[in-house]
């Protein structure tokens, strides 16, 4: 899991770009009319570059905890019991799976989890022998569990009530919307389509323990069909039930 420093910094770089960005049209208009290129430009022009070469260090995008839900191939809540037998290029780690939150069918007994070794590459390391009640929100390769830092990984007792709720049944009712946080922290943030909700923070300081919209709410179509913020109601949810199906004349006589 990336430092609260690191995650500042990665913002303060973005707003940056943003703020060099905006005057490319100014400088694109210069380099058409055949006069020198601004200083602008000069500063802008490394840092495209820059963006557009891959990157060895481990970048996450922002995302709401609905996010890592509705992406993630797997939830789980499990225990890390020790290291397993490593790949060459992955840490393996024996779990114990206490709570299904989401998987595909006809996917076989899960005993074992896998990231990758390198820091770089956004490998997740146990600091303890142990780790207890960890969700764990990662993606299925070949059967097996893979997730990396960028993937959902915390202790479950440090989310919300409201977290919880939506991660063992809510959040799965606005996976038709997307949640897109809003980088324009100086100026109003896009109207949203139908289909999405803007996530807003102050002074863009994304993070799945700040804000009621990453705390307490979720992001699902209203009674309109457009997606909307709706606060989690723990207090008066009720799960979903089955209803029994219908008992016909035969069956009444078979009993």
Not at 61 to 87: A, W
Not at 210 to 230: I, R
Request: aromatic fraction near 10%.
């Amino acid at each position: 899991m990336d430092t609260p420093q690191g995650e500042r910094g990665r913002r303060l770089f973005m707003l940056a770009v943003l703020d060099i960005l905006q005057t490319l049209p100014h400088a694109s208009a210069q380099l058409n009319q055949g006069t020198t290129m601004g200083p602008a430009f000069l500063l802008a022009f490394p840092l495209l570059l820059a963006l557009s070469t891959p990157c060895d260090a481990c970048e996450c995008k922002f995302r709401h905890p609905q996010t890592y839900y509705c992406t993630s191939d797997i939830v789980v809540i499990g225990n890390i019991l020790e290291r397993g037998n490593d790949t060459a290029l992955k840490r393996n780690y024996r779990i114990n799976i206490t709570q299904i939150l989401k998987i595909p069918k006809k996917i076989p007994p899960i005993t074992s989890v896998y990231t990758p070794k390198a820091w770089d590459s956004c490998g997740y390391e146990v600091r303890t022998s142990q780790q207890s009640e960890l969700l764990i929100a990662g993606y299925l390769r070949r059967g097996a569990l893979y997730f990396t830092r960028c993937h959902m990984v915390h202790f479950w007792y440090l989310l919300t009530s409201e977290q919880r709720l939506g991660f063992k049944a809510l959040y799965k009712r606005g996976c038709k919307c997307q949640i897109q946080p809003c980088l324009l922290c100086s100026r109003s943030c896009p109207q949203p389509d139908k289909q999405e909700c803007v996530w807003e923070q102050k002074d863009c300081d994304y993070s799945m323990w700040e804000g009621n919209q990453s705390l307490y709410s979720m992001c699902a179509p209203g009674h309109d069909g457009h997606c909307e913020w709706t606060r989690i109601d723990t207090v008066n949810y009720r799960p979903e039930t089955t209803p029994p199906p219908e008992t016909t004349p035969a069956m009444m006589a078979i009993i």
